[in-house]
């Protein structure tokens, strides 16, 4: 997470970005999603696919594993909106581009991105010299979370109502935090709305994941540590809806990545398909 003084988004947030941009580039049609906004808001210079973490071939499995998921998360925002949820918060934001993508949808939502004071300073620059600015329907909502600001309590003053459900997500960030913090923000969840739903993505220990994949998983470790980000938390499934109804929640189910696979890649002749190690918790309030 991106410190205050930076005013830049986390090198995680880019990398991702970048990815999203990637598999329209250089993967065929169909595209699971379609998304170089965050491509023009990283504004990583010309030569920036020639980066190592950009290795078409090398990184594609890590490629497809962040394109199903926001895939699913989209799905899910908009058969949430057709039952008549109109809130969507989505923490740790980074260079979420849903608002810019899909004004249709968001026009029918409120939209509340958290992040850290310092990437959303950041990113409101960004749209505004994009041209794309700050409609009502999006409130950029900062959040020090280093100096355990009540996320909650800031969602509120920006305009978000407790008593109607909601769609809350939150990609990426799990692995970063303390399984204390990660259950407290569950514990959080569940006191809001009946009818909200929870989608949270969680690294699995090494030893479950396909043998192919694990050096990845090592070295994206190591990387996130040297870079002062370690990953601290992994869950196998069971740990994860064991945590989901600690917390309370009312249904909470294991989405996997071979799940995601199957939905999103199948019939592929390209052979792109998710690598594994990243799940997803899916509960309802």
């Known amino acids: 997470m991106a410190h205050e003084q930076t005013q830049e988004p986390d090198n995680t947030a880019v990398r991702t970005a970048l990815w999203r941009a990637m598999h329209l580039q250089v993967d065929p049609p169909p595209h699971v999603i379609e998304d170089e906004i965050g491509l023009r808001l990283a504004a990583p210079g010309d030569d920036w696919r020639g980066r190592p973490d950009m290795d078409p071939q090398g990184t594609s499995g890590f490629r497809a594993a962040i394109v199903a998921r926001a895939r699913f998360i989209e799905d899910l925002i908009a058969e949430q909106a057709d039952r008549g949820v109109t809130q969507y918060v989505i923490l740790g934001a980074g260079l979420d581009t849903f608002a810019q993508r899909k004004p249709e949808l968001a026009s029918r939502l409120r939209i509340f991105e958290v992040d850290q004071p310092g990437t959303q300073k950041w990113k409101r620059r960004r749209l505004a010299e994009l041209g794309y600015g700050i409609p009502d329907r999006l409130r950029l909502v900062p959040v020090d979370f280093e100096a355990n600001e009540d996320w909650s309590a800031k969602l509120t003053a920006a305009g978000f109502d407790t008593g109607r459900p909601a769609v809350i997500v939150s990609t990426g960030v799990s692995m970063y935090l303390s399984k204390d913090t990660n259950a407290a ?31 990845g998983l090592r070295t994206s470790s190591a990387g996130a540590q040297a870079s002062g980000t370690p990953f601290v938390s992994f869950y196998t499934p069971s740990e994860t809806l064991a945590l989901a109804r600690e917390a309370g929640f009312a249904d909470a189910r294991h989405v996997s990545g071979g799940q995601l696979a199957e939905r999103y890649f199948a019939g592929r002749t390209d052979g792109l398909r998710p690598s594994s190690g990243e799940d997803l918790l899916l509960a309802t309030t």
């Open 185 to 215: 923000t569950l514990r959080r969840i569940t006191g809001l709305a009946p009818g909200t739903t929870f989608v949270m993505t969680f690294l699995l220990p090494v030893e479950l994941l396909d043998a192919a994949d694990r050096s």
